[in-house]
């Protein structure tokens, strides 16, 4: 036998059963998911194991889930462990922090292509490393404008298999239970606002609904993360777990629906880019809340202005601060089966955020027999029933943007009706907010009594009545909001408050005024009494314009009151007309007893007995001021003559007394008083002769 042969069958006993051992490996891994099908696993971190686990090399995957190591030792089998995670910048992990892997059974080293299949948790843990590939592949292309300091460097997904988690960002991380994880528009929702979060902005917190309408802060937050949804899917419908279309029109058009703000962005997004949406985000870095007008005024600073008006107004977002303005709050929009009324441009704030929960909405079905001051509906704080919500609770309602600046003395006028524990101040306020800073600038108590005086207090529960709150132009840009709040109240079984025909005007404008106007004063004879003239006779006349009662419908009469000019004014009515409508003119006809200087003021007193303030004629100081000078009358006169003379003459039959009584201010013709002398004398000269 030769010596080849010899050395074979020594090769073939030795190593016939061996596989020839490597110090290299390659191939391509891929995965099964719950949902996806069989997918590569793409940029993740890998390790090449031997038989005993020791790791013997390790890598990343390429964009098509392919790899290579070289070994550091020579092995005839290898096992594969492959990690949800990516060179310390994406990561999926379980509760406790541990990055989720899988790991092949035993393989020739020597072209691997291996598919795992793993349970489900894991499965799902890998489709979330997918998806937040697809995330971060979108954010890397669009994000090249943005401050270095300000990129998101890293993201880690928490994944719990788990229905009692449900889906948020917090504390630098994305959090998904089970339910929410397979589904890849729950993970791109959060991923925007991992963006926000890395840019600087807060992104504010709260339970919300893609129907609901509330704090404009909070929509703006959930807004952006639902643009991020169609932007990385790049389409505006999404529909998968959880859908998304942001061509639905039957959301509330509000700065404070987070759907309107989707779709403004969206559109925004089709005329620019998402690069440029990005950088204006960038511009907002603040340590605090943000919302669309922020967004806005930082758009303006990138010169981007062309477009971004029409595309955020067609949303009702109003961007530019409005001037003279009116709301109704008879928008209509349907939920489930509910009609839900709201104002363009308005968002909420609450403690009960739900749509239909214990908070501000417009609806036409209050329990308060007349809901609303307007039709269909008003602006109202309760449940349908109360506000009661278990607990103290609070929210406002807060209008668009308006600019003072513009407008002539100012004014907020509103129609206001409640019914609540308490009349007292502490529960219903009017609070005037800086647009840019959120800070409050001013603050009205709305009460029965003890409330802010600026105000106007409040009428009786039950019935609609006017306020109106005099501005300061100087104030510039402001929010209103209409704020309610349990104040500590354990009773709330009550209909709430109700607001409606919200508007800023100027102080020129025609504002109700409950007070009478246009006063007038004049003779008997219809001619102008002028102030200081003296009034010819013991009647005078009183004109002036009725005024409207803070109450709506009802109907208001004029009350006067007429003293001489040196005794105060003590609230005795001396006439009153009929009850009349708001604008008609009414006359009251007095007869006077009083003679001298002379004073009157006039007041409005309504259907339901409510009465206005007292207005003085001429506006003059009530306590000492003359209106007018009354003259004593003819009947006066002789009331004050009859029974002067005594009656008696020198023994005879009775002459014209002592004494003739005449009063400088008298009537009486000369004439007459000259004939009656006349014959007073030739009576006293026939009684002298015949005693003679």
Known sequence: MSARIISALIFVALFGNTAFAATATSGQVQFTGTTSGTVPVRLAGFEILDTNGNVIGSGTTDSSGAFSATLSSSVSSIQIKITASYSGVLSVVNSSGTIFTMTSSATSPDNVNYTFTSDSTTAKAFEIFENLHTCYSWYTSNSTELTTSDTLNSTTVYYYPDTSVTA????????LGLGY???VTVLRHEFGHAIMASIGIIPMGGTHHLDGIYDSRLAWSEGFANYCVAAISNSPITIYGYSLNLNKTDYPLSI???MRIAAALWKLHNISSAAKILSALDLMEYPNYRDALDFYAKWQELG??????SKFEEEGI???AKGIYTANFDKDYVKGSKSYYWESGWSKHGSDPTPWGTNWRGDSSSNLANGYHSAPASLNYNNDTNYSYGSS???????????LASINNPALVFKCNYETDSEGAGQRKIQIINVETRNTIASYNIATSGGSSEARECQKMGFWHSHVISLNPTWGNVLIRFYFTTAGSTDMNHKGWFVDDVSIQSSNSSIPAFSPTNLEQFKSTGQSLATNEINPDDKVKFKATVGNSYYSGATVKLQVEVKPANIPFDGTVTSETDFKAAGETAEINVTLTDTGDSKWRIRGVDSLGFASDWVSYGNNNDESDTDFIQKESSASKAASNAGSGDGGGGGGGGGCGGSINVNANSSMPLA?????????????????TASL
């Open 181 to 183: 994880a397979e589904d």
């Open 168 to 175: 948020y960002y917090s504390g630098g991380t994305i959090h």
């Open 318 to 320: 109003y961007l530019n």
């Open 304 to 309: 981007l202005t062309s477009g971004i008006v």
């Open 393 to 403: 609770n609070y929210g406002w309602a807060q209008s668009p943007a308006i600019n």
């Open 672 to 688: 007459l008083l000259i004939t009656i002398l006349i014959a007073c004398m030739i009576r006293m000269y026939s009684s002298r």
């Open 256 to 258: 404070g629906s987070e």
